[in-house]
């Protein structure tokens, strides 16, 4: 597998991995321009609610039905949305404030007087 495009940089520096990882609802670094990302989680989030409705149903009627073919539906299932869960696109995440920023601008100080 090829690597995949940082939306902050356009460069292809995302490995399968750091992807695979962002599909677990994971914040990934740029490891190049340090942009933070994450997969687009309306995408991610409709993904996951038929992925539970997937193990749900089949799950359960795998064991109503004493039935290894819903078993292997559930499986394949599975695979089928996770397959899909790794190419839905990379959302660009702004960057994280620094807390030291933040009391600065509760109490104004300059840095030059000391
Ligand atoms: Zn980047």
């Not at 750091?18 to 990302?37: E, F, H, N, S, Y």
């Not at 004493?66 to 869960?85: H, T």
Request: glycine residues 6%; aromatic residues 12%; proline residues 7%.
């Amino acid at each position: 597998m090829e690597n995949c495009e940082c939306p902050h940089c356009c460069e292809q520096t995302i490995r399968p991995t750091q992807k695979i990882m962002a599909g677990k609802w994971v914040t990934i670094l740029c490891p190049d321009c340090q942009g933070r990302m994450c997969t687009n989680p309306i995408i991610l989030a409709l993904l996951y609610f038929m992925l539970t409705w997937n193990i749900f149903f089949f799950g359960y009627m795998a064991i109503r039905e004493s039935s290894i073919g819903y078993a292997v539906m559930m499986v394949v299932g599975w695979a089928i949305i996770e397959f899909f869960i790794y190419y839905i696109p990379l959302s660009r995440m702004r960057a994280l404030k620094p807390k030291s920023t933040e009391n600065q601008n509760r109490e104004p100080q300059d840095p030059n007087n000391g």
